[in-house]
């Protein structure tokens, strides 16, 4: 489809999907692509594509040459805008005949049953060594289904046994971008804050003051996760009206 519409850029979701047949795309097609972007700019024809780098230290702005630009978009960082006058998408349908690929999938496997993948989910309750043990994410699950979010969580929490791996947000976990990111007995280490800082409004509850989520939180809860977490459901639910 690219070599017949020669397209001037190909964007696709930095999930686990788009990020595998980003590259794969681009080798075909002898052209660049930038991972991960946060932001794309169009200067003199020219696209700019700012994506960070060094575990989030550090933000990149590559300048990109060659047809066509392939990129990769990180979910819910983009907000979709109004156009006028509104452009109606060309769709194409396409069909494959024969395999052209050397990799069979054989089975998707999923981990129990989590309704949105965390890297695409628009709210996010994360939990951690805070929360005690297992048994009391449960709070968090309630919460989180109160808002059509998922659950996440620290490192701490996933090393401690008390999640699976696939939910760890961070840098040697899943980075994630929702539009609500709720961080409970979390403490803010930078390996975490890497992974979640991306979101659009994070919001922390922790018992310690000082903690240093509270220097990058957009709103912070001194405060027991055992006292404000189901107190918030509470306030959420009336909200949704989900009584
Ligand atoms: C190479 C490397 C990679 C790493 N990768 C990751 C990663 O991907 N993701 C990640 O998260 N970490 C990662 N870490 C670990 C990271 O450095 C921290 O150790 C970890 O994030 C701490 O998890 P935590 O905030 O849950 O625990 P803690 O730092 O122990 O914080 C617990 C917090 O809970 C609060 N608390 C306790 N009880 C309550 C209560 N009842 N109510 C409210 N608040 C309460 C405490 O005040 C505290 O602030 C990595 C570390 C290294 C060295």
Redesign the pocket.
């Known amino acids: 489809m690219a070599k017949k519409i020669s397209p001037s850029f190909i964007l696709l979701p930095a999930t686990s999907t788009g990020k595998d047949l980003a590259p794969r795309l681009a080798i075909h097609l002898n052209t660049v692509v930038a991972a991960e972007c946060t932001e794309l700019e169009i200067r003199n024809d020219e696209l700019i594509a700012t994506r960070p780098a060094y575990a989030g230290k550090v933000l990149l702005k590559v300048k990109m040459k060659g047809n066509p630009k392939v990129a990769t978009l990180r979910p819910n960082v983009f907000t979709a805008k109004e156009v006028t006058p509104p452009i109606s998408p060309r769709v194409e349908s396409l069909s494959f005949e024969k395999q052209v690929t050397r990799m069979t999938v054989k089975e998707f496997v999923t981990h129990g049953a989590r309704k949105q993948d965390l890297t695409e989910a628009g709210v996010i309750v994360s939990g ?3 929360m ?1 043990g297992p048994e009391n994410y449960k709070i968090l699950e309630d919460l989180a289904n109160v808002m059509g979010g998922v659950v996440g969580a ?4 996933v090393d401690a046994g008390w999640r699976p791996h696939s939910d ?6 899943r980075t994630v971008s929702p539009t609500l990111y709720i961080a ?9 804050r890497v ?1 979640m800082i991306n979101s659009k409004v994070i919001v922390a ?4 003051p000082e ?1 240093p989520i509270f220097g990058f939180a957009d709103y912070g809860i001194v ?4 006292e404000v977490v189901p107190a918030l459901t509470q306030e959420m639910r009336k909200y949704f009206g989900k009584n």
């Open positions: 951690g060594r805070g005690g620290s490192r701490a929490s760890q947000v961070g840098q040697t976990g409970c007995g979390i403490s803010g280490a930078i390996q975490h992974g509850i922790n018992k310690d903690a405060g027991d996760v055992f």
